[in-house]
């Protein structure tokens, strides 16, 4: 009987080949049985698989073939039928066999993870036979079932389990959602989820913005501004996922690079992403209304699997985000009942009490300070009395705003009486207090605008310190009120520390207006002798190797040798009006070394100068600095002069004018620190600069760091688009210089290209055209 015709048990091995070295066999008869179609096999879900443990020969049946995405018949080894199976599980399977070899009839099962192009992923389980002898050896068999519904069962239960731990436990959406975007990638296989939360525009329409991203290591970045996703509200009905919201139906895309519908095709490509799915976090009210809050998407870098799992899961994961975003409103109204101040939208006088309870605990276990501001309004009640309640109402709501955008994020204000409000401040030195105070009484001070009518008040601060004035809140805000009460009968609009113990702060406070006024005289003398000197710090190029620029940078050498550093003695020059001489001092020193610097071959280098603020309110700065540098030799266009950009936002119309003189008499201006400050990019592009400095902050947390990287992107991007250079101050690593060139930064200035130096150093080390 030939071996296409010959009978076999689908439990045992093929008839054996013609030889061990002759595989006719396997690919005759054996392996065209392989082939056939077995009903038993496909009714009870199973496959059949023989392996010679000689020849590592492999012979598949149809059924085990469709299994693991291979082709059925005879296979020369393992390695040519094991193709589709995830690395991850490839050794287990392959020393599962190698055991079955050594000790037949001794092997477990082994289950093992297949994802072949036509079937995504699947769960296989493989259940070794006892071997028969057959021709010159002995021949394994195998039985190979899809264990896939189990394993999805179980997966589907144990998520459910997950998820619902995960959100109870939630305290804020933002929280929930990005926990079950990371599970659902990190379990179902997904390499990026977003969430598009629904927001109503000021014109009243839906749009959704995307409010969470995350991606796992697979992908390089997730969703970032400069995909658009950061800046984007997609109205309802548009796109993937405001069709998704609208329609209210989940939607796979097959293609998402090319899908007219997915709005960023640009992060698609570049991060491999080929499918997607979307699904609405949508739920039913007790009253039965529909909510769907926002739109989950969820992003592969494989192509569609038929047997993914999120689509079963989609609705419950949807209905669980949203009834959770539905406990966590509800959460947050009570919490504003029991703790806010319904008038002034500030903690009211039990929550505030609480709170600063606690920061007194703190502050005890860590040895630190605290302050108390006790704030009371002067002249409020006959604003009440005379104009109403709703007006003193208004009056108390603009006050309550002020001191609310006073307050620093380690602080906590309270509204804690009829006119009377409350302000904490964790390890705050008396200075800080002090400053504090004096912002409160400037907020109160400045007019009330209530129904077109203006109103004038003004407030009464005392202030007490933890610990020195008392162990508990109670006791601080006693005291503090004792001290206001002081403020009062003094005249009101003031503010005072409580007495007790007040010696010492008034003391620490004299101390160092003495040190201010020290310095001051001291700086007075630095001035007219030989105290103070210039350092340069170059800025090189890093393609053409070279110093494009050095930033003069001015020191101060006491007589006994100390330096004094200059974030010390400069904001005391800058109160006391000294930083004008000093400004000009540092100017012409700047420009006598830069004649120097040209005869000693850096004829083309520029010359950095930091500005002060108070400088460029003088109309007369650009006559001046022309006469400095004509005097130095030096011409205009190489000069340039730095300023902060908080400066001149906050005084543009003073500044701007100035600017624009000095720029039409050749002088460069940079915009120091940029990035730092609140410059809008319509006021940006109306100042005549030349130049951006990325602030050090944002360079010290390169590459690691994802939104630095996104900001720096961004500054190199706006300074190419606006024809300004672009210079990343703070490189300290060859990593953040690497990291620069690659966003295409190319000059740069920090310890790693070069130290501050004297005149002397700089010369010898990059005079005469010397290379960087």
Not at 49 to 67: G, K, N, Q, T
Request: aromatic share 6%; net charge negative.
């Amino acid at each position: 009987m030939s071996d296409r015709t010959a009978p076999y048990s689908p439990y045992l091995s093929p008839p054996p080949p013609t030889g061990p070295q002759e595989p006719s066999g396997w690919r005759g008869g054996a392996a065209a049985r392989a082939c056939a179609p077995d009903p038993l096999a496909v009714a009870a879900g199973f496959g059949r698989w023989w392996l010679d443990p000689l020849s590592r020969h492999v012979v598949l049946s149809r059924e085990a073939a469709a299994f693991l995405g291979e082709q059925p018949g005879w296979h020369p080894s393992l390695d040519d039928c094991l193709s589709f199976v995830l690395p991850d599980d490839l050794a287990a399977l392959t020393a599962a066999l190698a055991a079955a070899g050594r000790r037949p009839g001794d092997c477990p099962d082994c289950e093992f993870r297949v994802a072949s192009p036509d079937e995504g992923l699947r769960w296989l389980r493989l259940s070794v036979l006892a071997p028969r002898q057959h021709g010159a050896g002995p021949m394994l068999a195998a039985i190979l079932t899809d264990i896939t519904a189990q394993r999805h069962a179980a997966m589907r239960e144990q998520f459910s389990f997950e998820t619902t731990k995960l959100l109870i436990g939630t305290h804020t959406l933002a929280e929930a959602v990005g926990k079950v975007i990371e599970l659902v990638c990190n379990d179902l296989g997904w390499d990026c989820g977003m969430y598009w939360a629904m927001q109503t525009a000021p014109d009243g329409a839906a749009r959704l913005a995307c409010a969470y991203a995350w991606n796992g290591p697979a992908l390089p970045d997730a969703i970032t501004t400069r995909d658009g996703a950061g800046a984007v509200a997609i109205p309802a009905g548009q796109g993937l996922v405001g069709g998704v919201w609208s329609s209210g139906r989940a939607r796979w895309v097959e293609d998402i690079a090319h899908d007219p519908d997915f709005l960023f095709p640009q992060y698609a490509r570049r991060a491999g992403i080929h499918s997607g799915y979307a699904f609405p976090v949508a739920y039913d009210s007790a009253d039965g209304g529909a909510h769907r809050p926002g739109v989950l998407v969820f992003f592969s870098c494989l192509a569609r699997q038929r047997t993914a799992q999120l689509p079963s899961l989609s609705a419950a994961i949807g209905g669980l985000i949203a009834q959770t975003a539905q406990r966590i409103g509800q959460q947050e109204r009570i919490r504003q009942l029991a703790q806010v101040d319904t008038l002034s939208g500030l903690a009211n006088r039990r929550h505030f009490h609480d709170l600063l309870d606690n920061a007194c605990e703190g502050a005890a276990a860590r040895g630190a300070a605290l302050g108390m501001l006790y704030i009371d309004l002067d002249r409020f009640k006959p604003i009440n009395d005379a104009l109403g309640h709703e007006v003193g109402d208004a009056v108390l709501r603009q006050f309550a705003l002020r001191l609310a955008a006073l307050t620093p994020p380690d602080g906590q204000a309270g509204r804690v009486g009829g006119d009377e409000f409350a302000l904490f401040l964790p390890a705050a030195s008396p200075e800080r207090l002090r400053q504090m105070a004096e912002l409160v009484l400037a907020a109160a001070r400045t007019s009330f605008i209530v129904g077109g009518r203006e109103l004038a008040i003004s407030a009464s601060v005392g202030i007490s310190v933890f610990p020195d004035n008392g162990s508990a809140g109670a006791d601080l805000l006693r005291h503090a009120d004792s001290a206001m009460y002081r403020v009062k009968r003094a005249g009101r609009n003031g503010a005072s520390f409580f007495s007790q113990g007040g010696a010492a702060i008034q003391a620490a406070s004299q101390s160092a207006l003495v040190q201010q006024l020290t310095v001051e005289a001291e700086l007075l003398h630095a001035l007219a002798g030989d105290q103070l000197f210039m350092q340069y710090q170059p800025v090189f190029h890093t393609r053409e190797r070279s110093v494009r620029a050095v930033e003069a940078l001015i020191r101060w050498r006491r007589p006994n040798g100390d330096i004094v550093p200059p974030d010390v003695f400069i904001p005391i020059a800058e109160q006391s009006h000294l930083i004008i001489d000093i400004g000009r001092w540092v100017v012409r020193r700047a420009c006598r070394d830069l004649s120097t610097m040209q005869a000693a071959g850096l004829a083309g280098v520029q010359l950095n100068v930091n500005m002060a603020a108070l400088e460029f309110l003088n109309d007369k700065l650009p006559e001046e600095l022309a006469a400095i540098t004509a005097a130095a030799g030096v011409e205009p266009r190489q000069l340039c002069l730095e300023l902060t950009e908080g400066m001149m936002m906050s005084h543009a119309e003073q500044v701007v004018p100035v600017m624009r003189a000095l720029r039409q008499r050749g002088f460069k201006i940079s915009v120091d620190d940029f990035g730092m400050g609140y410059s809008s990019l319509s006021r940006l592009k109306d100042l005549p600069i030349s130049s951006l400095k990325i602030d050090r902050s944002f360079v010290a947390g390169l590459p690691a760091g994802q939104h630095d990287r996104a900001i720096v992107q961004t500054i190199v991007d706006i300074g190419r688009n606006m024809g300004l250079e672009v210079i990343a101050e703070g490189v300290e690593t060859e990593a953040q210089l690497q990291h620069l060139r690659e966003l295409g930064c190319t000059l740069v200035q920090g310890y790693l290209t070069g130290r501050p130096m004297g005149l002397d150093e700089l010369i010898a080390r990059h005079g005469h055209g010397r290379a960087a």
